[in-house]
């Protein structure tokens, strides 16, 4: 991309680019201020993505569905382990691809806990409110 001239105007709500430090967000904190945070900082998505169901963000929520998802998985394998032992294969053969489809989740729900938790401890070294939005 060329070089833009100071002198030529801008489309509106151009950016210049910015190193990824340099990134910031401007979200509602828990206070009702307008907040700065960087990517690292903002963890899992806040907003409610306009569904009926308001979506689990905080690390505590994240852990509870992880580990209860980590549970499930579980009970999945045990499934596995009595079917082997039962000689009943035939049925493994059939629904072998709900255990790849349940990995799926099962990594994103471990991740974003992670992700928050990472930043929540970002967030309290700046003495940062958690954002609502």
């Known amino acids: 991309m060329a070089k833009r001239n100071r002198d030529v105007p801008q489309e509106p709500g ?33 907003d409610d993505g306009l569904g009926i169901i308001k979506p689990v963000n905080s690390s505590g929520g994240l852990l509870v569905l992880s580990l209860l998802m980590t549970a499930l998985f579980g009970l999945m394998l045990y499934g596995v ?27 994103a729900g471990w991740a974003g806990y992670v992700k928050e938790r990472k930043a929540e401890k970002l967030r309290k070294e700046r003495n940062l409110p958690r954002p609502v939005e």
């Not at 910015?18 to 899992?44: C, D, F, I």
């Not at 382990?81 to 990594?107: C, H, K, R, S």
């Open 14 to 46: 151009y950016l210049p680019y910015q190193p990824p430090e340099a990134r910031v967000m401007h979200r509602l904190g828990e206070n009702g201020e307008m907040v700065a945070y960087t990517e690292e900082e903002y963890g899992v998505r806040k």
């Open 81 to 107: 382990v009595q079917m082997a032992l039962t000689d009943q294969w035939n049925i493994m053969g059939e629904i072998w691809w709900m255990y790849v489809l349940v990995l799926f989740p099962l990594f």
